[in-house]
């Protein structure tokens, strides 16, 4: 009879353990499912970090201008972000390509600020622009277990082009002679002058729209004699060019151009222009004086 009334017991009891086990995976299933959609809602409302950008022009090589750039991040998420690289494009306010890089990213702690730093080339076209668009993009990875998401990071910074007088001679002495040779002609004095310059940068310049000038300088009044333009040169780096003008003064001219005074107080030399750096548009102007005791006439070379 007793074994009979264990017997009787056994399907109670599964039964008790069965609802037992099956509470169990209920509120595991549960938990499981509340973390998933924590997770997601988390994964939702992630938010995309904030850029800065920095840029720094720092000098001109024979490949362009080279400069630095920082991209500050601020991650205001409670958890950290994971950034491979950015890619970054510069182009003009045409919108032609002058420049292009790669910044290794890194991880980005929570509530904190990270920077990333690189340096690269902008070519010598973006001279001529007035504005610099800098784009930068890249991807923010965020992972909790199995779940992740990609944030696409983006932003456009305009930057003004540099005048590019601060970066050619970066304080270095750019040495310029006007030599000047004069002759007597049956015509009149020709006049022989000289415009020879060293390039101290480490690029090639052009010395373009060079116009010689020679005047009589008569008290506070200057007389144009002649004047011609001279050919245009390019001067490589650490070296230095030289381009003349012959310039023939009638006599007429020279000697009675201020009345009936024959000699003038000086003469002056004077030549314009402007230095470029080849292959763009902008320009330094350049103007230099030189003055000539008119006495030189008692030596002048006759041949």
């Not at 362009?64 to 950015?86: A, C, H």
């Not at 990270?114 to 001279?127: D, P, Y």
Request: hydrophobic share 45%; aromatic share 10%.
């Amino acid at each position: 009879m007793l074994v009979i009334m264990k017997n009787k017991n056994y399907p109670r009891k599964f039964l008790i353990i069965f609802l037992v086990i099956l509470m169990l995976i209920i509120i595991i299933i549960t938990e499981y499912l509340l973390i998933v959609i924590s997770v997601e809602e988390t994964i939702d409302n992630i938010k995309v970090p904030e850029i800065f950008v920095e840029t720094e022009f720092e000098k001109l090589t024979e490949k362009g201008l080279e400069f630095s750039v920082s991209v500050n991040l601020f991650n205001p998420n409670d958890f950290e972000l994971k950034i491979d690289e950015f890619s970054l494009v510069a182009k003009t306010d045409e919108n032609n390509r002058v420049g292009s890089l790669s910044i290794e990213g890194g991880i980005i702690k929570p509530r904190t600020f990270s920077t990333f730093k690189s340096k690269g080339v902008i070519f010598f076209e973006a001279l001529d622009a007035e504005v610099l668009v800098i784009s930068i993009d890249g991807d923010a990875t965020v992972k909790f277990g199995d779940f992740d998401k990609t944030l696409s990071l983006s932003t456009d910074t305009k930057v003004p082009i540099p005048d590019i007088a601060d970066f050619v001679f970066q304080n270095k002495a750019v040495d310029i002679e006007i030599p000047i040779q004069f002759k007597l002609r049956f015509k009149g004095i020709l006049g022989i002058v000289g415009f020879k310059i060293f390039n101290p940068s480490e690029i090639p310049i052009v010395g373009k729209n060079l116009i010689c000038r020679i005047y009589r300088l008569d008290g506070d009044t200057r007389t144009l004699l002649g004047e011609q333009e001279m050919e245009s040169c390019e001067i490589s780096p650490k070296a230095e060019a030289y381009v003349n003008a012959e310039i023939l003064i009638p006599y007429r001219k020279f000697f009675f151009s201020a009345g009936f005074k024959l000699l003038p107080n000086w003469i002056i030399l004077q030549v314009k222009g402007d230095l470029s750096i080849a292959g763009t548009r902008q320009v330094i102007p350049i103007s230099i004086n030189g003055y000539v005791d008119p006495h030189f006439l008692r030596t002048l070379d006759k041949r």
